[in-house]
């Protein structure tokens, strides 16, 4: 089945860019069968979709993010990155990678979402 894996820097200074990578096993990233989301959960509050890429290529983000998120897939690693600029403490939040069957923008329902990974944590902080 399908196994995702978050990786990144746990700390981030104010002003750079978080550059995440969620490794994928058990399907190829180009595969038609699941879209690949990033959703993430600051401290005492609820999940936040951010963006999903299809297998094509294909990227959609959340409106309130797209000026600053990037979302891309690296084949050859089979891997799905993220980069958000010019992070700011309320960035500061688990972030997931999530594989869907089916393409819901903005969707924070867990039940939608067929895998998840473990989460990793990002605190931005000088």
């Known amino acids: 089945q399908v196994q995702l894996q978050e990786s990144g820097p746990g700390l981030v200074k104010p002003s750079q860019t978080l550059s995440l990578t969620c490794t994928v096993s058990?399907?190829?990233?180009?595969?038609?069968?699941?879209?690949w989301n990033w959703l993430r959960q600051p401290p005492g509050k609820g999940l936040e979709w951010m963006g999903v890429?299809?297998?094509?290529?294909?990227?959609w983000y959340s409106p309130s993010l797209k000026n600053r998120l990037s979302i891309s897939m690296d084949t050859s690693k089979n891997q799905v990155t993220l980069q958000l600029l010019s992070v700011t403490p309320e960035d500061t939040a688990v972030y997931y990678c999530?594989?869907?069957?089916?393409?819901?923008?903005?969707?924070?329902?867990?039940?939608?979402?067929?895998?998840w990974g473990q989460g990793t944590q990002v605190t931005v902080s000088s």
């Open positions: 999530a594989a869907a069957k089916t393409f819901i923008m903005s969707s924070t329902t867990k039940d939608h979402y067929d895998t």
């Open positions: 058990g399907a190829s990233i180009r595969t038609e069968t699941y879209f």
């Open positions: 890429i299809s297998g094509s290529g294909s990227a």
